[in-house]
C-alpha cells in the first residue's frame, strides 16, 4: 500500500523531527502528484512555487546543455526534498527534474509552506541545515571533478550516496551510464572502474543494490589527487 502523507513527511529529514500535531498540518496542506517515467516534474527556468517530496519512484536533477549533453547534478529517492532554493528566494528553478521511474510526489505550495513555518521554526532551522549540507557537498563535488581521477571520482559518489542512506548500501538504482553522467565521464570508463571495485572486493553489485565492503579503500581513492 502507497505511504500516507504524513508516513512520508516522516521520512523527510526536513519533517521528521516535528511532533504530530504539527506533522497533520503540513500533510493537509499538500497535493499528491504522480509521474511516469521519463516525464519532466519541473523545467529549469520555470517558477519556483513550490516544495517537492519524494513519496515514491526516483528522479533526477539534471542541467542539459545546448548541444543535448545531460549532467546529473543528483539522484533522489523516496524521503528526498527538492525545490527548496527556489522556495526561498523566489528565483526561477535551476534545473530540470525527470522521473527516472513511475514517481510519487507530494507538492507542498510556497505560501502554505511560508505559513506553517511561523508556528513550526523547528522546520526552518532543519531547512537551513540542510541547505548547509547541500552546499558542502557541492564544494566537495567541485573538488572531486577538478582533482580526481574517474576512479576517485567514482569512489567519491559511491561514499556519499551510502552516507545519504545512512550506511554502507546504495538502494538507489545507478546504471554505469547514471554514474557517468553524474561525474563527468564516459559509460565505458565508469564500467571499467566498477569493474575493477568489484575485482578488488571493494564493493559488491546486484540487482537491487550497491554494498560498500571497503570503505577504506574508497575513501583513500577519493582523496588522491
Same mark, same amino acid.
Given at each position: 500500500?502507497?505511504?500516507?502523507?504524513?508516513?512520508?513527511?516522516?521520512?523527510?529529514?526536513l519533517?521528521?523531527?516535528?511532533?504530530?500535531?504539527?506533522?497533520?498540518?503540513?500533510?493537509e496542506? /499538500?497535493?499528491?502528484?504522480?509521474?511516469?517515467?521519463?516525464?519532466?516534474?519541473?523545467?529549469?527556468?520555470?517558477p519556483?512555487?513550490?516544495?517537492?517530496?519524494?513519496?515514491?519512484?526516483?528522479?533526477?536533477?539534471?542541467?542539459?546543455?545546448?548541444?543535448?549533453?545531460?549532467?546529473?547534478?543528483?539522484?533522489?529517492?523516496?524521503?528526498?526534498?527538492?525545490?527548496?532554493?527556489?522556495?526561498?528566494?523566489?528565483?526561477?528553478?535551476?534545473?530540470?527534474?525527470?522521473?527516472?521511474?513511475?514517481?510519487?510526489?507530494?507538492?507542498?505550495?510556497?505560501?502554505?509552506?511560508?505559513?506553517?513555518?511561523?508556528?513550526?521554526?523547528e522546520?526552518? +532551522?532543519?531547512?537551513?541545515?540542510?541547505?548547509?549540507?547541500?552546499?558542502?557537498?557541492?564544494?566537495?563535488? +567541485?573538488?572531486?571533478?577538478?582533482?580526481?581521477?574517474?576512479?576517485?571520482?567514482?569512489?567519491?559518489?559511491?561514499?556519499?550516496?551510502?552516507?545519504?542512506?545512512?550506511?554502507?548500501?546504495?538502494?538507489?538504482?545507478?546504471?554505469?551510464?547514471?554514474?557517468?553522467?553524474?561525474?563527468?565521464?564516459?559509460?565505458?570508463?565508469?564500467?571499467? /572502474?566498477?569493474?575493477?571495485?568489484?575485482?578488488?572486493?571493494? +564493493?559488491?553489485?546486484?540487482?537491487?543494490?550497491? /554494498?560498500?565492503?571497503?570503505?577504506?579503500?574508497?575513501?583513500?581513492?577519493?582523496?588522491?589527487?
Open positions: 500500500m502507497p505511504l500516507s502523507p504524513i508516513e512520508v513527511l516522516r521520512k523527510v529529514p519533517f521528521a523531527g516535528l511532533g504530530e500535531n504539527d506533522l497533520v498540518a503540513f500533510a496542506l /499538500t497535493r499528491e502528484r504522480s509521474y511516469p517515467k521519463g516525464s519532466v516534474i519541473v523545467f529549469e527556468d520555470d519556483g512555487d513550490a516544495l517537492y517530496l519524494v513519496a515514491a519512484g526516483q528522479v533526477k536533477v539534471v542541467i542539459i546543455a545546448e548541444d543535448g549533453r545531460e549532467v546529473i547534478l543528483s539522484v533522489l529517492g523516496e524521503g528526498s526534498f527538492f525545490g527548496e532554493m527556489a522556495v526561498i528566494d523566489d528565483e526561477p528553478r535551476s534545473a530540470h527534474v525527470i522521473a527516472m521511474e513511475d514517481s510519487s510526489l507530494l507538492v507542498l505550495r510556497r505560501e502554505d509552506f511560508y505559513a506553517r513555518l511561523r508556528s513550526s521554526p522546520v526552518a +532551522i532543519a531547512l537551513l541545515r540542510e541547505i548547509s549540507r547541500r552546499l558542502r557537498r557541492a564544494d566537495e563535488k +567541485i573538488g572531486s571533478l577538478v582533482l580526481l581521477d574517474v576512479n576517485g571520482r567514482v569512489a567519491h559518489l559511491l561514499l556519499r550516496m551510502a552516507d545519504d542512506e545512512g550506511g554502507d548500501r546504495i538502494t538507489r538504482k545507478l546504471t554505469h551510464h547514471t554514474i557517468a553522467q553524474m561525474i563527468g565521464s564516459s559509460r565505458e570508463t565508469v564500467s571499467r /572502474t566498477m569493474r575493477n571495485l568489484v575485482e578488488r572486493g571493494i +564493493i559488491q553489485v546486484t540487482r537491487k543494490e550497491i /554494498t560498500l565492503r571497503d570503505r577504506r579503500s574508497l575513501m583513500l581513492a577519493a582523496r588522491r589527487a
